[in-house]
């Protein structure tokens, strides 16, 4: 049997699935440790030799051998743009599309201190942005300068001002800056731009990160990595909501991922204000947008999730646990791989999963808010509307090994005890029991019409 092996090498687990492209079938999956301190083809290969014994029935030949990658702390970036509420959050936005994790997002002027802080994180990548076309272009020239001079070895996304692009070349060119330049992430006032910024920030990975990364043996071994995990989960999401030319997408929907580190929400919808009388305000929101949440997860961010959300809050899900909610959160974290076995134990696990879906949708979202006018109250809308969408997916390990998957994700649906976020209304849920969207991400580079059947296939409905 011809197969495709799909593989996923996370920060914590390799994960593996195969394919059967002819019949559209998930034939197997299985998961090691990753190794990518060691030698990532390690960990890859303990996954491997899982994967051929649960096929040991089958002969498989696998004609196609595709990967992600969010090991060795996932892509890093830092983001910079001109005005916070501006184009340096249209590059943040542009680099979240990308699968990145934003180590910092800088305005304005560059200070030496602010330098200095930048080498400090060891970004993978640097986006730099700033100034609507035709706009300022000093800030950036500024900023290219400082970089040039005091940042040699991090490659930099040229994404402002395209008046500023010749200069801003021949600075890095003078000091050996390795760097891509596209088009600006805002070309005008409140309108983004994003993707192509995304496409370059993809292209630098595969040209310059996986190396980095100690990531070449794998490459020798697959057909290459194409992308940061979150952004072939993006994909995913896309193709799913979307169609393709052949096959007709679900429609609009939100993936919610809520892992040990963080809890990752993506939303394919225009965002559009769905109700009379409102007027959308602020910079203009991606169709495809990705937020993520470095202060909300189960294990290795517990902490500081409770001190994001406060006992009152999460108690608000186990009112009766008899764990100290302060106490429990800070054994979570010190015990990051630690499986709950009671009841109060699941329960409790089961709290901070909900606490992390409806904070992380509350900031995902878009707010309504009143004016008072002398014509009267005039509402306006800030961020996307995705009261109407029609799915709510969710991934990650508390919601794929819990018997009450449902309950956890229905704290990201909208609330009149807050009205003012716009959070799906009455969607579907449906659960990624096999951890399938990272992979149809990858398969649906070449394969997207099959990958789209799959998702339809594999993803369970509550």
Do not use: W
């Not at 992380?360 to 509307?385: C, F, L, N």
């Not at 209304?425 to 059947?453: C, F």
Request: negative net charge; aromatic residues 6%; contains cysteine.
């Amino acid at each position: 049997m011809d197969a495709i092996l799909l593989i996923d090498f996370g920060s914590t687990y390799t994960k593996l699935t195969a394919v059967d492209i002819e019949n559209e079938e998930i034939i197997g999956t299985a998961k090691a440790l990753t190794t990518v301190n060691e030698d990532i083809m390690i960990g890859f290969n303990n996954a491997f030799k899982i994967l051929k014994d649960n096929l040991k029935k089958e002969d498989v030949n696998f004609t196609d051998k595709l990967a992600c990658s969010s090991a060795a702390g996932g892509l890093k970036m830092i983001a910079i743009g001109l005005v916070p509420e501006l184009t340096a959050e249209a590059a943040k936005r542009a680099a979240l599309g990308a699968g990145a994790r934003i180590l910092g997002v800088y305005s304005y002027e560059l200070s030496k201190s602010e330098i200095d802080d930048i080498k400090s994180k060891n970004p993978d990548i640097i986006l730099l942005a700033g100034g609507t076309d035709g706009g300022n272009k000093d800030c950036i020239i500024h900023n290219a300068n400082l970089l040039a001079k005091n940042i040699k070895n991090v490659p930099v996304v040229v994404a402002g001002n395209k008046n500023s692009r010749d200069e801003i070349e021949e600075i890095f060119k003078a000091e050996g800056i390795y760097y891509k330049a596209t088009e600006n992430v805002m070309p005008r006032l409140n309108v983004i731009n994003v993707e192509p910024a995304r496409e370059v920030i993809r292209e630098i990975f595969m040209e310059k990160i996986i190396e980095a990364k100690g990531m070449k043996k794998a490459e020798s071994f697959i057909n290459g990595i194409l992308m940061p995990t979150p952004a072939a989960v993006l994909k995913a999401a896309r193709i799913l909501a979307d169609g393709t030319d052949k096959e007709e997408g679900i429609g609009e929907l939100v993936v919610i991922d809520i892992g040990g580190a963080t809890t990752d929400v993506h939303s394919i919808a225009k965002g559009e204000p769905s109700k009379p009388g409102v007027t959308l305000r602020g910079l203009q929101e991606p169709y495809a947008k990705r937020t993520v949440e470095g202060d909300l997860g189960m294990r290795v961010s517990a902490v500081s999730l409770f001190e994001a959300a406060g006992t009152r809050r999460i108690k608000k899900f186990v009112p009766d646990t008899p764990f100290d909610v302060e106490e429990r959160c800070r054994f979570l974290q010190r015990n990051v791989n630690i499986v709950p076995n009671s009841a109060e134990e699941v329960e409790f696990d089961e709290a901070l999963g909900m606490v992390a879906t409806e904070m992380a949708m509350e900031r995902h979202v878009g707010v309504i808010e009143s004016v008072y006018t002398p014509m009267g109250i005039i509402y306006s809308q800030v961020g996307k509307d995705l009261l109407n969408v029609k799915y709510l997916i969710g991934t990650g390990g508390i919601l794929v090994h819990s018997s009450n998957p449902k309950k956890i994700l229905s704290a990201g649906l909208f609330s009149m005890e807050s009205p003012n976020y716009l959070k799906p209304q009455s969607p579907d849920i449906l659960i990624d029991k096999t951890y399938i969207l990272s992979a149809m991400g990858l398969l649906s580079e070449k394969y997207p019409d099959k990958a789209i059947r799959i998702m339809k296939k594999y993803m369970v409905k509550m």
